[in-house]
């Protein structure tokens, strides 16, 4: 028998990464089984006072509802022998730390392939935490905004009918306003002179209509989650069954399983995407990531509290954040 991966996500915004709703993407997964996760359900309802025949139930049981009036029901979850403990996984991603990746991998990284003297691997993730933890804090707050919503508008997939017009000279600009910004200081000086550098390259995405969805941060989100899953499940076969989610094409999907069998040996079967109304793996699975998202905006708030400290243990190791981050310290356990 297969075993199956259920997961879905909470704060996404798409490739709006600059000015997101949510600062963090997370994506939540567990491996119960259908029967586990209907008594789960039905013992929350119970738990916070809601039948399965009521109207409103529904709405009661949507993680932002849950956590701000019953958060000790959702603290009870968690608890060391509780119904997900061993059972659960929360994958997380710092929307502007993945915004600096990319203009590493898109502008810094194409511009040194261009040379003929290609970024390492460790340069790029050395390049991407110096720009996060950093250059950002040196900029102003409005050059810093500047900055990240041009890149942001920048990368964007646009149809050509509808795509903004310059803007890759609207990037250029912000990032000469950087760099006169931060040229009191030195070691910011010298990244952003790696990105001037690289400026050319904002030209030519501007002319790409290629629709790769570079800035969609779910295609990232699930070959790690299937790592993870390949890992805990100790190498056996396995399915993962998401939420729908509409940015994720076929071409997403198959790009997502053949990286996680070839490079990893993932033994994944296949990637299917269910509607949460048939299944309640997908509810069980939507707490577990808004319960995420939410207690890493806690924490980055310096707001610690026992639902924190319960969920670490969930917390994927690879989760996307900076090594000077709040975020990192929480999961290093400081």
């Known amino acids: 028998m297969v075993l199956q991966v259920v997961g879905d996500e909470s704060g996404s915004d798409g490739e709006n990464l600059s000015r997101p709703t949510h600062r963090f993407f997370s994506y939540g997964t567990t491996d119960l089984d259908e029967s586990e996760a209907h008594d789960l359900v039905v013992a929350t309802r119970k738990a916070i006072g809601s039948t399965e025949n009521e109207a409103s139930s529904s ?30 996984s929360i994958y997380l991603a710092d929307k502007e730390k993945f915004l600096a990746g ?23 993730a050395f ?60 070691r910011a000086s010298r990244m952003l002179e790696l990105l001037w550098k690289a400026r050319s390259e904002a030209y030519l995405i501007e002319k790409d209509f290629s629709k790769t969805l570079d800035l969609e941060p779910m295609l990232p989100t699930l070959l790690v989650v299937t790592t993870t899953w390949h890992e805990r499940l100790r190498g056996s076969e396995f399915e993962l069954l998401m939420d729908e989610y509409r940015q994720m094409t076929d071409q997403m999907l198959e790009i997502v399983q053949l990286n996680a069998e070839h490079l990893w040996g993932a033994r994944l079967k296949r990637i299917v995407q269910v509607q949460s109304k048939d299944d309640p793996r997908v509810q069980v699975a939507d707490w577990i990531a808004g319960t995420g998202r939410v207690v890493a905006g806690e924490v980055l708030a310096g707001r610690r509290s026992r639902l924190s400290a319960l969920t670490l243990p969930f917390i994927d190791d690879n989760s996307m954040r900076s090594p000077e981050s709040a975020l990192d310290r929480w999961i290093a356990g400081i």
């Open 59 to 88: 709405a009661e049981l949507k993680l932002p509802k849950l956590i701000s009036k019953h958060r000790p029901v959702v603290e009870r979850l968690f608890e060391a022998g509780g119904p997900l403990d061993g059972k659960a």
């Open 102 to 124: 990319k203009m590493v991998s898109l502008l810094i990284e194409e511009d040194s392939y261009t040379s003929g003297r290609p970024v390492g691997f460790e340069y790029e």
């Open 127 to 186: 390049y991407a935490n110096e720009i996060a933890d950093y250059v950002l804090p040196v900029l102003g707050d409005a050059i810093r905004a500047k900055l990240l919503e041009s890149f942001n508008r920048l990368c964007r997939s646009y149809k050509e009918a509808h795509a903004p017009k310059n803007r890759a000279l609207e990037f250029v600009n912000a990032l000469r306003m950087a760099i006169l910004s931060a040229s009191h200081d030195s």
